[in-house]
């Protein structure tokens, strides 16, 4: 099996959402002292974010070898 742009790129999608729905989840559930965000909260969800833009750019590419 070959690994292409496309599927690092779904990988990449999938594992910031997940890291940016974590986030958002632990807040919900009330884990640290901050009442909101708290300063890793907003760094874990940035990060997130930002895995998850650079695998939707890669998903365009096709099935190119990675």
């Known amino acids: 099996m070959?690994?292409?742009k496309r599927i690092?790129?779904?990988a990449l999608t999938a594992l910031g959402l997940?890291?940016?729905i974590g986030t958002?989840?632990?807040?919900w559930v009330g884990v640290g002292?901050?009442?909101g965000l708290g300063p890793a909260?907003?760094?874990a969800l940035l990060v997130g974010l930002g895995v998850c833009?650079?695998?939707?750019s890669l998903i365009p590419l096709g099935d190119r070898p990675a």
């Open 8 to 10: 690092v790129g779904l």
């Open 33 to 35: 002292k901050w009442g």
């Open 18 to 20: 997940l890291m940016a």
């Open 41 to 43: 909260q907003q760094v």
């Open 53 to 56: 833009l650079v695998g939707l």
């Open 2 to 4: 070959v690994v292409t």
């Open 24 to 27: 958002v989840a632990a807040d």
